[in-house]
């Protein structure tokens, strides 16, 4: 069984930037609550591991993300689930071209580029919070292309899609979950 600690070993082993690391750790956050809000809560710490160790190959290997991660995983002895969920993420982007099929793999796939958003647009907020955002505001800066350009636009909505719920429902559950990472 792969402990938190484990997992972050792991990370931090292929990992040193301190902004990939912080993304990781909100990713881990936000899928812990949609586990949770989802009524997966008995699997709250796999997809928290899941969230945690998605972009596990992107800083070193960026040319090869998803696929480099898949060997890494399966050369720990890692749960195939975990390592389909992490290549899944990239479903449409990367050379692993692997569909998110599982509802974690779907949340995964749709909060991976938004919480980036969020957190840009946090960035860019007095508070420098998600505290007080509203749904409103992430929506303007995300029908701006050129804002944070790097989060794409078409992956949050395919996975609000994917979800079945409306990109709108989709930044608020993330803000919410967001929220709660935040003290």
Known sequence: MLTRDMAWSLLTEY????????????????MRW???????????DFWAAAGLLHDL?????????????QEIMRGR??????????ASHGFGMTAADVEPLHTM??????????????????LMRPSKSVMDMEVKSVLKKFKTPAFAAGCSRETIQKGADMLGWTLEDLISRTLTAMRTLET
């Open 77 to 86: 002895g890692l749960d195939e689930r975990l390592i389909r969920a992490a």
């Open 105 to 122: 793999e779907k949340v995964l796939f749709a909060i991976d580029e938004l919480t980036g958003l969020i957190g840009a647009v946090a």
């Open 57 to 69: 190959d992107f800083e070193r290997y960026p040319e090869e993300h998803c696929v480099k991660t």
């Open 15 to 30: 990992n040193q930037e301190p902004f990939h690391l912080k993304h990781a750790q909100v990713t881990e956050g936000v």
């Open 34 to 44: 949609f586990a949770n809000e989802l009524g997966f809560g008995g699997e709250a």
